[in-house]
């Protein structure tokens, strides 16, 4: 039996969903990719104890969250402009939302990102389950 039953097909089938939320708590699809490959790395070490005890995919998106803050500590990059980019050709209204709704989310600190990825993207519930 390999150590790591069950892991690829786990990544396989949660990879999507698992870059779309490193992708909106990043802002930015590289740092998102980075930041999913280093939580892997950590998820695989724990997978054995995961599958045995654990919920596989509530620990990778607390780790993938937590990753997410502790590089934003570390790193300390300046956030965009609160201002709209200048475009030369207009943009429908859906194209406008996502800006605004982008600028917006990335002016909250990692945290309340975090929440609000969790619940309207992913739409999670409110209360916090026991497994996080």
Not at 19 to 37: F, K, P, S, W
Not at 80 to 107: C, K, M, N, W
Not at 121 to 130: I, S, T, W
């Amino acid at each position: 039996m390999d150590r790591y039953d069950g892991f690829r097909e786990f990544v396989r089938a949660r990879q999507q969903s698992l870059i779309r939320t490193a992708y909106l708590l990043t802002g930015d699809a590289h740092l998102a990719e980075d930041v999913l490959q280093s939580v892997l790395i950590k998820v695989a070490g724990q997978w054995p104890k995961l599958l045995h005890d654990g919920n596989p995919e509530a620990y990778t998106r607390k780790a993938l969250i937590n990753q997410h803050i502790s590089w934003r500590r570390r790193v300390r990059k300046e956030l965009p402009s609160a201002d709209p980019p200048e475009y030369g050709h207009s943009h429908d209204d859906s194209t406008v939302d996502r800006i605004v709704l982008r600028q917006a989310l990335a002016r909250l600190i990692p945290r309340q990102r975090a929440v609000i990825v969790l619940r309207f993207y992913e739409d999670l519930p409110n209360a916090r389950p026991p497994s996080c």
